[in-house]
């Protein structure tokens, strides 16, 4: 079995494009011959997550109403990072954008690709410790709730279905178990 590409693209043409994302829609012959389309959303910032941990093991959490699923999200601070710009520049201002913290010490624990049947979207997870809290600024797009709790209870929302974002997930048990493992 082949790693080489098997799909085969006869046209594309982009058919939405803003600051954030475009949409191309490319007609294609698939790996079995058959011909078809596949839409594919570019995204233009990658997406950063910060899991910041205090030397009690404690994390902070931020809550907002996410327009796309309709619903209000627990999730750890998330926010975008331009392509060509040093992620960990990206994560040093969203941590004190929402938070108000800021970090000596970050550590990337994941790169992940958050929907890889229809997206290029590539996030980068960092965990942030040595951590010093200031005041907070956030976005005028931001309505946020910021909330202080042990890094157990945060795992526990998780196992408990109550966080259902992909990176605050992922972040959230990858600290696990690299606590469970010494490693932090």
Sequence with gaps: MSTENPWKVLNSEKIYDNNWI???EHQVLNPSGGEGIYG???FKNIAIGILPLDADLNTWL?????FPIKEYSWE???GGGVLNADPIES????LAEETGL?????????RMHLSNSVSDELAIIYLAQDLQLGESSPEETEELIVRKLPFEEAYLMVMNGVITDSISVAAILKTKILLQQGKI
């Design 40 to 42: 594919e959303v570019h």
């Design 91 to 94: 994560a040093k201002r969203e």
């Design 62 to 66: 931020v809550g907002q109403y996410r």
């Design 22 to 24: 475009s949409l191309t």
């Design 76 to 78: 750890i601070v998330e």
């Design 102 to 110: 800021t970090a000596k010490r970050y550590t990337e624990i994941q």
